[in-house]
């Protein structure tokens, strides 16, 4: 592929930090651990911070501390990732899915009111692609039910802000990030921190997430009885390593450079296509600062962006789709919602693709890109 639709940007400052570990004892949820979970949460004033080994661990052992009653409903967003539906149907809990805002990748907040009843546990609201919901419309209408959990899956928005300038995460119980290869930072591949005010959630995910183990092995090393802990909780291994720790903290470092890189490249993509009628581009009232991971367009329909994908492909420019179908169409979730109930995440998700965008590109490759796009749509008229 010519132009890759995504890549990681790792050089020597990474590498570094790397070698530096090779020399240690300790090599998993140690005090480099520490510092990443620190420097996280100072740079963004979160109260409390603790790493996993991706989003998907933190956004289980969240919704697994809220203790919740068996078949509870816990509402998220048909136009979604696989990960909050999974969590949600693995620990025994009932997925209920709510609509987009027409032609928006905003969630509908009368969908979201409709859903709302007496079994409901938890709203997971999934933050697409650098823009946020609608978090403070949210959080009036939860006012009326002070025991229903407002958790976001912050994975595509590391550094945004809302329309109060506050960053993501600040406002709801829990937010968890993550740092796969496709996002903003990358710890190596995969990790994910959790961010919450409420410190006994933090306390109850770094107990869960070290096996249940009552104190991690790092933090009983300098007791006279190292080997003692307790075991009350059904945890799991989900810890971060140390390695992934260091490149987590390099890039953390680079994340002003990452967002405003692709902000240029961004802003390149729309100069060159927003003659083109047929592409409009994403946007959001809820948001201050993006921090965008993807370069999504919406096209006409599913003929225009089928047929545009297939071209792309042909010329080597390496394309993906985000999401089609939504994730309430999969088999697996199918049996929860009703197709009317989600009109608008299905009509959408047929009109989008993703084109590549990425820190090692220049706005020479966007330029190209753009040529092509434009081509395929002087070929069709
Ligand atoms: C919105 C969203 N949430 C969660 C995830 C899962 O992240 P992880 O791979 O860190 O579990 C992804 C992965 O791409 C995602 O797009």
Redesign the pocket.
């Known amino acids: 592929m010519k132009f890759l639709l995504s890549q990681p940007n790792l050089d020597h400052d990474e590498f570094k930090e790397i070698k530096k570990i090779y020399n240690r004892q300790w090599l998993i949820n140690g005090p480099v651990v520490k510092k990443f979970e620190n420097n996280f949460k100072n740079k963004f004033n979160y109260k409390n911070a603790t790493t996993v080994s991706?989003?998907?661990a933190g956004l289980e052992l969240v919704l697994k501390s809220l203790d919740l009653k068996p078949k509870s409903e816990i509402i998220i967003s048909s136009f979604n990732?696989i990960?909050s539906g999974l969590v949600t149907l693995q620990q025994n809990l009932k997925p209920v899915f709510i609509d987009l805002k027409k032609n928006s990748f905003d969630i509908c907040l009368d969908s979201l009111k409709k859903k709302i009843n007496k079994n409901t546990g938890a709203i997971i609201v999934?933050h697409f692609n650098g823009y946020l919901q609608p978090i403070n419309p949210i959080k009036k209408i939860l006012k009326k039910y002070p025991k229903i959990k407002l958790i976001e899956?912050a994975?595509?928005v590391l550094g945004a802000t809302d329309e109060n300038k506050t960053y993501v995460g600040q406002k709801s119980y829990a937010a968890v990030f993550?740092f796969?290869p496709?996002k903003m930072i990358t710890s190596a591949g995969?990790g994910?921190m959790v961010v919450s005010r409420e410190k006994k959630l933090i306390s109850n995910i770094n107990e869960l997430k070290s096996y249940g183990m009552s104190k991690s092995s790092y933090d009983r090393k300098k007791n006279a009885k190292s080997w003692v802990y307790e075991i009350k909780k059904l945890g799991n291994n989900y810890r971060m390593t140390e390695i992934q720790a260091a490149v987590g903290i390099t890039q953390l470092k680079k994340l002003n450079y990452f967002i405003n890189k692709r902000n240029i490249l961004i802003k390149e993509y729309e100069k060159f296509l927003k003659n083109i009628k047929k592409i409009n581009f994403q946007y959001s009232n809820f948001t201050t600062n993006r921090s965008v991971i993807y370069f999504v367009i919406i096209l006409k329909n599913q003929l225009v962006r089928d047929s545009l994908a297939e071209y792309l492909r042909e010329k080597n420019v390496g394309i993906s789709v985000h999401w089609d179908p939504p994730l309430s169409n999969h088999y697996l979730f199918k049996k929860f919602s009703k197709k009317s109930d989600i009109t608008n995440s299905i009509l959408l998700a047929k009109k989008l693709i993703t084109l590549p965008l990425h820190t090692k590109m220049t706005t020479k490759d966007v330029k190209q890109i753009c040529k092509v796009i434009k081509n395929f749509f002087h070929e069709q008229n």
């Open positions: 991706s989003c998907t990732f990960s999934t899956d994975a595509h993550s796969g496709t995969m994910g």
